[in-house]
């Protein structure tokens, strides 16, 4: 059985976005812009009001899925087609934008810890018009697997032990654990091969083999039928991997397409009202 190395570690870079929210972004920048099919992955998280109370109004989306995981904090979700939820510690909405959709992701909270990831996702040429659509699940509906030795595994995407995540139906067959290790714990999972795969660390450090990987860090990992994990004080990671498409990119902005042309279709549909 070959296992999974550690290609490239990228520290996440601070930045902002929405209407001034504070995070740390490590794909979707000059050192990793994209890492098929995976367009952008930012962590947000902080305990002051002031670096997240703005929020993320209202703006579009074309040509690729959002995934919101909450950690900390809950935040409420409208979009153009009537949908409204809230998003509470542990839940999960993979929001799949298609032909275009407005949306808008605003805290419920005046004070306390904000956390959480967002990640975008490519879709293949064949579905980017596709209606759009969302799969909401609140945390209850997130397994919690428990493995020997210290570990909890939260089941967003993929199976564990048996015990299958709710998110079903995506082109990329994707595969996405919250990992919790006690200090010393180990944890191996089997991937496809072929499928891009990536850990981020967001407390404590993790360990890919002999190699260590930071807090703050994300690492991509070599292609390979396993990946072996641990962390000696008590870290914690999500794993994410998907199938990659190998076609064009073209982006701008919150707009992801395979060409140029089409990307200035969505900006005159945008301008025109043509979105849902």
Not at 21 to 29: A, E, P, Y
Not at 263 to 268: D, F, G, N, S, V
Request: glycine letters at 12%.
């Amino acid at each position: 059985m070959t296992h999974r190395t550690i290609k490239q570690a990228i520290v996440a870079r601070p930045t902002s976005d929405g209407a001034g929210v504070c995070l740390k972004r490590s794909i979707g920048t000059d050192m990793l812009s994209e890492l098929d099919p995976f367009l952008l992955l930012d962590n947000f998280g902080t305990k002051n009001p002031d670096d997240y109370i703005a929020g993320f109004p209202d703006h579009p989306h074309r040509g690729f899925e959002t995934v919101t995981y909450m950690i900390q904090g809950v935040m409420r979700h409208k979009d153009s087609s009537g949908a409204e939820g809230l998003l509470r510690p542990g839940g999960v909405q993979w929001m799949t934008a298609g032909r275009g959709i407005i949306h808008s992701e605003m805290p419920e909270q005046m004070e306390g810890e904000m956390n959480g990831f967002q990640l975008w996702v490519n879709l293949p040429a064949a579905e980017k018009m596709c209606v759009p659509r969302y799969q909401n699940f609140e945390p209850d509906e997130v397994p919690l697997v428990k493995p020997a030795g210290g570990l909890e595994v939260r089941v967003i995407a993929g199976e564990v032990g048996g015990i299958l995540g709710p998110v079903s139906g995506i082109a990329i067959e994707p595969i996405y654990l919250d990992i919790s290790f006690a200090p010393g714990a180990t944890f191996s999972i089997n991937l496809p091969l072929g499928h891009t795969a990536f850990i981020y660390v967001f407390q404590g450090q993790a360990m890919i083999s002999n190699d260590k990987v930071e807090l703050d860090h994300l690492a991509v990992l070599s292609d390979g039928e396993q990946v072996r994990m641990s962390s000696a004080d008590g870290g914690r990671v999500i794993l994410v991997a998907g199938k990659p498409f190998g076609e064009p990119i073209a982006r701008y902005g919150p707009f992801v397409m395979n060409t140029t042309d089409e990307i200035h279709q969505a900006i005159r549909d945008y301008q025109q009202g043509n979105f849902i």
